[in-house]
């Protein structure tokens, strides 16, 4: 069956670069569905950060998207998150996750990986 | 900042009937876009729970039902049981600032 499984640095420097990768196994990434970066700050609730296809086509959420970049590696299944300017508010475990359904405002996130808690201080 | 609203806790007894609703707006519930529920018990990454307003996955019991009207959503869990307790999350898709998913607030289910 597919798993997710982030990795990454756990610990970022304030107005550094956050860059985490999500490796997708027992499945391909050209799968059909769209592969997403979900955050949770500690103790605090759910943020969709953006999403991407097999294709390269990505969607941002707009509060992030002067910052985030996500991209895939379809020669290593596997795809990434890059978070440039990173604050204190930053901090949270990061979640890669399918989204799976026949458009943007039907899909559900349907798999997650376990998260990577990634905190950022100076 | 969340443009999907529930209540933080609710709480019920074992065997209890428990709604909990999701209110949104006319460019996310209102504009007719799915909602879909997920539970996140302690420590553990969030699980689908309701997709496409009250679709179950296999394995989730009947216990979970969904509904959808107007602007608001609401996840029904009937016969509750301790293993329920965990955070609740509605989510759906907003048209509003470029098109964006979007969560709901979180709702804490404790069984008394």
């Known amino acids: 069956q597919v798993q997710l499984q982030e990795s990454g640095p756990g610990l970022v420097k304030t107005s550094g670069t956050l860059s985490l990768t999500c490796a997708v196994s027992?499945?391909?990434?050209?799968?059909?569905?769209?592969w997403t970066w979900v955050r949770q700050p500690p103790g605090k609730g759910l943020e969709w950060i953006g999403d991407?296809?097999?294709?390269?086509?990505?969607h941002y959420n707009p509060s992030l998207s002067s910052r985030v970049t996500i991209s895939v590696d379809k020669s290593k299944n596997q795809f990434s998150l890059r978070l440039s300017f990173v604050t204190a508010a930053d901090t949270a475990v990061y979640f890669c996750?399918?989204?799976?359904?026949?458009?943007?405002?039907?899909?559900?996130?349907?798999?997650w990986g376990q998260g990577t808690m990634v905190t950022v201080s100076s | 900042q969340s443009v999907l609203t529930q209540p933080p806790s609710m709480s019920g007894v074992p065997g209890q009937r428990v709604i909990i609703p999701c209110s949104g707006s006319?460019?996310?519930?209102?504009?007719?876009?799915?909602v879909h529920w997920y539970q996140q018990l302690p420590g553990t990454a969030p699980k689908l729970l309701i997709y496409?307003?009250?679709n179950r996955p296999s394995g989730v019991p009947d216990r979970f039902s969904g509904s959808k009207s107007g602007t608001s959503a609401s996840l029904a869990i009937t016969g509750l049981q301790a293993a329920d307790e965990a955070v609740y999350y509605c989510?759906?898709?907003?048209?509003?600032?470029?098109?964006?998913?979007?969560f709901g607030t979180g709702t804490k289910v404790t069984v008394l």
């Open positions: 496409g307003n009250n």
């Open positions: 996750v399918r989204d799976r359904g026949p458009t943007m405002t039907t899909r559900a996130f349907d798999l």
């Open positions: 006319g460019s996310n519930i209102g504009a007719d876009y799915d």
């Open positions: 991407i296809y097999q294709s390269g086509s990505t």
């Open positions: 027992g499945g391909s990434l050209s799968s059909g569905d769209w």
């Open positions: 989510q759906s898709y907003d048209s509003s600032l470029s098109g964006s998913k979007v």
